[in-house]
């Protein structure tokens, strides 16, 4: 395990060089350092202070959305979430999401599949309110067509900030069906009828082997059915739905405050809070592109993006992008290698998404 982790670590450290190569090779290094000194660094410090309380308030929503199967304080999700968070920016495959249910698993017995569950259920929040703010920024915000930055392959331009908001709407819309259907007794039913029938339907299977399917094989998968069931029973619960999709709100609102506070010490940056949001928004989707641990690279690439849509460009957008992923990342890993120790988790232990199986009921 250690030898893959460190391979990973390693391969990606080599991704971020050239993904951020790519990002601000078109800014002499002089000028981009020039820059980066002349931040007042003052204002890192309220940044990094609403940056974390949203954090906190993450930890309240995934509080909120196990509460529905299994009841944990708050200190039990808010550790597992920033190691899980720490454990995105620093290895690769986004390993902090599997590693969240897992930690769960060993400290408090939660089912890994219900864990793994109320963190797909929180990504589903995170992209409603994405796309909301997205839609809104796509009709208020002239994009000029002409408008494109090269990233290695990918062309950044509105065409591609289109088709990645198609992306992600698409999966929101499987996301939810999905819940709907899991979560929902009559059709959850059907699904494991349907599972526990295969093996009968399938006539050239012998008898003795259906037996054995039936119980190594369609049995377990049935409690994984249940268990993500138990993970998504939040969406019987109306009032915590919709304090869900507050506490999202909040989530973002104070994301986007953050961005805006270090932007009031970055010279050449005056956008507006809305503005402000905007780019984070665009970043957001850029950084769903298949990217280096931390985003190193496409974060850069879609912050001066998103910038140029407002007239600022070369070393301002790219200085200040650096400087502001620097300032939204570092803390992450500094307060999650804080969380690791507190719950004794060891990172070159956690287990990678292919690996899931092992943890889980």
Sequence with gaps: ?????????????????????????????????????????????????????????????????????????????????????????????????????????????????????????ERVFDFILLIVFFAVILSTIQIDPNLDIVFGDYHLNRETLEKVFSGIFRLCIVLITGIILVSLDATRKIINRMIMEIPVRIRIIPLKY?????????????????????GFSLVKHPKNMVLCLFLSFVVWILSALSYYIMSLGCPGISLSFSEMTAVMVIICFFIALPSAPGFWGLWEAGGVFA????????????????????????????????SAVVLGVNILQVPYPEEKGSVGN
């Design 307 to 338: 910038l140029a849509l407002f007239g600022i460009y070369s070393k301002e957008a790219a200085g200040f992008t650096l400087a502001n992923h620097a300032i939204q990342m570092f803390p992450v890993i500094i307060v999650g290698m804080i």
């Design 1 to 121: 395990m250690k030898q893959k982790m460190i391979g990973s670590m390693v391969a990606g450290v080599a991704i971020s060089a050239v993904a951020l190569y790519f990002a601000l090779r078109n800014v002499p290094f002089n000028d981009l350092l020039e820059y980066i000194l002349s931040i007042n660094y003052f204002w890192v410090i309220p940044s990094v202070l609403v940056a974390l309380i949203a954090f906190a308030v993450r930890a309240l929503r995934w509080q909120l959305i196990l509460k529905s199967a299994y009841r944990i304080g708050f200190w039990q999700a808010f550790h597992p979430l920033m190691t899980g968070f720490m454990l995105n920016c620093i290895l690769p495959a986004r390993a902090g999401e599997v590693a969240r249910p897992a930690i769960l698993y060993k400290r408090e017995n939660i089912p890994f599949s219900t864990g793994l569950a109320t963190v797909a259920a």
């Design 210 to 230: 259906r037996k054995k399917i039936i119980e190594n094989i369609c049995t377990p998968l049935v409690s994984i059915v249940e268990n993500f069931a138990s």
